[in-house]
Structure formats: structure tokens, C-alpha cells
């Protein structure tokens, strides 16, 4: 046998199996990298995630919203089907409390379109409010209309007459923007008379025509927000 041979073989294998054990030890430290940074990234995400959830949307908030928008036909595939009085008070069982527990925080993303009285026509100042609602969102979840009809008349007139003026703002959009997935972002709510009337207090948010603004005036309007919070 030949020994210098065997000595030689044995370098060799020494050396493959050293090698072997050098890139699988390559190997291990890379994918522990790849698993350290896919975690990190996860991290990062959340973090992301975290900090986009804003400080409106709490708890309580959470549940309100959640309400709304399965009773309101945002949470399936049909969407934009809207509530009525009817239904927010039963299907989504929210109170005149509950209605500003959900849109009181939203006032710094949220404007008032007015309407002239017995019009569900929006009115160039309404147009302009509206569209810069629209591209404040920034790909929010949801927008929400919440129209509403003056205190005098009868409740079924009014009722009819906020369902007119939201459907103004939505086709509005629909028109302006162009959006084919506008019927899974927009909520419309039209609330008529009988259901949460706003006070005056509300003349101080972002509302069309201040200087004509009055208890009566702001219930003659469309409520818009957007909305993004995880559920």
C-alpha cells in the first residue's frame, strides 16, 4: 500500500471536510442573517403599523366603528349600501352618544358641506371642501358621508332629503375620481331630522360658508371624514 498516498488522501479529505464544515458554517450564519433581518423587517412593519394607528382610534371608538361599517355594507363584498335612520339604530345599534363618540375625535379630518335649504345640490364652495377631503385621505380605509336634513318639515321629507344630498357627494367623487373601489371605502349614512342633531359648537370645524353658519344651517349638511383604523 502505498503510504505517501494514503497521507496525501488523507490531506484532501481533511481539507474537503474542513471546507464542507467552513461553508456550512457560512451557510448557517447567513440564513441566521436572512432570519434575523426578516425579523427585524417584521419588527420595523408592526412599528410602522403601530405608529399609523392614530390616536383617535381607541377601544371604544373601535367598537362604534365596527358597527357602522358592517351595518352600513363596508365589511363585504357588495359595499356602499348606507344606512338609514332605521339602521343605525338597530342594525347598528348606535345611540345619539355613541354618534359623537365616533365623529367628535374626527375633527381634524373631517369637514361640513352645507346645503341651501331644501337643496341637495352641492354649491361650488361644497365641491372644492369635498375633493380636498378626498385627497387628504391618502389611501384610508374609509370615508364616511353622514348627511343630514334641517329640524322643520316632516321626518319622512327629510329623510328623503339627506338620502339625496348623500348620494350628491358620493356621486360626486364617483365622478371626480374615477375610483373602482369606491363602493369599499364609502359610507353613506343619511340621518334625516329625527337622529343627532348637531349644535353650533360644530360651526368651528372645516365648514363651508362660516359666515351663514347656525344651529339650523349645520344640520343642512353632509358630515365627511375619513377614517383608518385596524380592526
Given at each position: 500500500?502505498?503510504?505517501?498516498?494514503?497521507?496525501?488522501?488523507?490531506?484532501?479529505?481533511?481539507?474537503?471536510?474542513?471546507?464542507a464544515?467552513?461553508?456550512?458554517?457560512?451557510?448557517?450564519?447567513?440564513?441566521?442573517s436572512?432570519?434575523?433581518?426578516?425579523?427585524?423587517?417584521?419588527?420595523?412593519?408592526?412599528?410602522?403599523?403601530?405608529?399609523?394607528?392614530?390616536?383617535?382610534?381607541t377601544?371604544?371608538?373601535?367598537?362604534v366603528?365596527?358597527?357602522?361599517?358592517?351595518?352600513?355594507?363596508?365589511?363585504?363584498?357588495?359595499?356602499?349600501?348606507?344606512?338609514?335612520p332605521?339602521?343605525?339604530?338597530?342594525?347598528?345599534?348606535?345611540d345619539d352618544?355613541?354618534?359623537?363618540?365616533l365623529?367628535?375625535?374626527?375633527k381634524?379630518?373631517?369637514?361640513?358641506?352645507?346645503?341651501?335649504?331644501g337643496?341637495?345640490?352641492?354649491d361650488?364652495?361644497?365641491?372644492?371642501?369635498?375633493?380636498e377631503?378626498?385627497?387628504?385621505?391618502?389611501?384610508?380605509?374609509?370615508f364616511?358621508?353622514?348627511?343630514?336634513?334641517?329640524?322643520s318639515?316632516?321626518?319622512?321629507?327629510?329623510?328623503?332629503?339627506?338620502?339625496?344630498?348623500?348620494?350628491?357627494?358620493?356621486?360626486?367623487?364617483?365622478?371626480?375620481?374615477?375610483?373602482?373601489?369606491?363602493?369599499?371605502?364609502?359610507?353613506l349614512?343619511?340621518?334625516?331630522?329625527?337622529?343627532?342633531?348637531?349644535?353650533?359648537?360644530?360651526?368651528?370645524?372645516?365648514?363651508?360658508?362660516?359666515?351663514?353658519?347656525?344651529?339650523e344651517?349645520?344640520?343642512?349638511?353632509?358630515?365627511?371624514s375619513?377614517?383608518?383604523?385596524?380592526?
Amino acid at each position: 500500500m502505498n503510504l505517501a498516498a494514503i497521507g496525501v488522501g488523507a490531506l484532501v479529505g481533511a481539507g474537503l471536510l474542513g471546507g464542507a464544515t467552513l461553508s456550512m458554517r457560512h451557510e448557517v450564519k447567513a440564513a441566521a442573517s436572512r432570519v434575523d433581518a426578516s425579523a427585524q423587517g417584521q419588527k420595523a412593519a408592526v412599528a410602522k403599523a403601530d405608529d399609523a394607528e392614530v390616536g383617535y382610534c381607541t377601544a371604544d371608538f373601535k367598537a362604534v366603528l365596527a358597527r357602522v361599517i358592517h351595518a352600513c355594507g363596508l365589511s363585504g363584498a357588495g359595499g356602499g349600501r348606507g344606512c338609514q335612520p332605521a339602521d343605525v339604530k338597530t342594525l347598528a345599534s348606535i345611540d345619539d352618544a355613541d354618534f359623537n363618540a365616533l365623529f367628535q375625535p374626527l375633527k381634524e379630518r373631517a369637514a361640513v358641506v352645507m346645503f341651501a335649504e331644501g337643496s341637495d345640490q352641492l354649491d361650488d364652495e361644497g365641491k372644492k371642501l369635498l375633493e380636498e377631503k378626498w385627497d387628504e385621505r391618502k389611501g384610508a380605509r374609509y370615508f364616511f358621508v353622514v348627511a343630514r336634513a334641517s329640524k322643520s318639515g316632516t321626518v319622512e321629507l327629510n329623510r328623503k332629503l339627506s338620502h339625496r344630498r348623500a348620494n350628491s357627494v358620493r356621486f360626486h367623487v364617483a365622478d371626480k375620481f374615477q375610483d373602482p373601489d369606491l363602493d369599499k371605502q364609502v359610507g353613506l349614512l343619511w340621518l334625516g331630522k329625527e337622529f343627532a342633531q348637531l349644535d353650533k359648537e360644530f360651526c368651528a370645524w372645516d365648514v363651508t360658508h362660516p359666515e351663514k353658519c347656525d344651529p339650523e344651517a349645520i344640520n343642512r349638511s353632509a358630515f365627511v371624514s375619513w377614517v383608518d383604523c385596524r380592526l
